[in-house]
């Protein structure tokens, strides 16, 4: 299937690697040239140069936190006017809400909800003027089904999906669609990071958590990065420019309601 976006060009965000990486290589796949980002210079060139090796399409890197200003700065002075921008960053730390203080707090949401809505406004006017744009934020299952140990990555998610829950249908009327991926249990290092600590405060080995885990999914399995990759994909493709202010969840089957 042909996604009809060869040739634009994709700003991803902490690309390097796990969902962001799987984002970046399937719109490479699709003929898209990209921007790829992360904090880490070594992964993030080996990733770009993977990609480079397997599609041939242009790939810039840029070492830098885009959850702070010089890094966005840097960013969009490179790409200004990207057709396709992927928000991503990494989630807050889990635990007890007690033990977050109001600057832990404030990170957050800086990171999850502040960072993704300056990298729009920077950038959709553009999109609206040339009449095509996609903006992909990439969020949490924890927005649709909230998880105890994630409070924070609750709130600073949830924030950022009712500001686009408005923002997207101002847009939508310029083929400019912005929607979200609430990602449940992928095979990725944040998803090992936090199993780790909830087998250590349940007195489990890490091998039984996982299982445990595992098997509270309905497909039985965890997500694969490849699986989320494809579906990045289709919401920038030229034919999704009629769903916008969505959360598309990715669970296995997790969520029990229907709505």
């Not at 729009?120 to 299952?141: L, P, Q, Y």
């Not at 349940?202 to 399995?221: E, I, N």
């Amino acid at each position: 299937m042909d996604l009809g976006i060869r040739g634009r060009k994709a700003i991803v965000c902490a690309s390097s690697k796990g969902l962001g990486l799987a984002c970046a290589q399937q719109l490479a796949r699709e003929g898209v040239d990209l921007i790829m980002l992360a904090r880490g210079q070594e992964a993030l060139e080996a990733a770009a140069q993977s990609i480079r090796a397997e599609t041939g399409v242009k790939v810039t890197t840029i070492a830098t936190d885009i959850t702070t200003p010089e890094g966005r700065a840097k960013v969009l002075a490179v790409c200004p006017d990207p057709d396709i921008l992927i928000t991503n960053a990494g989630g807050p730390k889990p635990g007890n809400f007690r033990d977050w203080s109001r600057e832990d707090w404030l990170a957050a949401v800086d990171a999850n909800m502040i960072t993704p809505i300056e990298l729009i406004r920077a950038t959709v006017d553009k999109m609206i003027e040339r009449k095509f744009g996609r903006i992909v934020n990439i969020t949490s299952a924890s927005v649709k089904h909230p998880i105890e140990h994630l409070g924070m990555s609750n709130g600073a998610r949830a924030g950022l999906t009712g500001f686009i829950g408005g923002l997207s249908r101002q847009t939508v009327k310029h083929n400019v669609t912005i929607n979200n991926l609430l990602p449940g249990p992928f095979a990725t290092d944040r998803l090992l990071q936090t199993t780790e600590k909830l087998a250590r405060d349940s007195g489990k080995s890490l091998d039984d958590f996982m299982a445990l885990r595992q098997a509270a999914v309905p497909a039985g399995r965890f997500g694969t990065p490849a699986e989320f990759g494809q579906a990045c994909a289709f919401l920038c493709s030229a034919g999704a420019g009629f769903m916008t202010g969505q959360n598309l969840l990715l669970d296995g089957g997790i969520y029990p309601g229907t709505l």
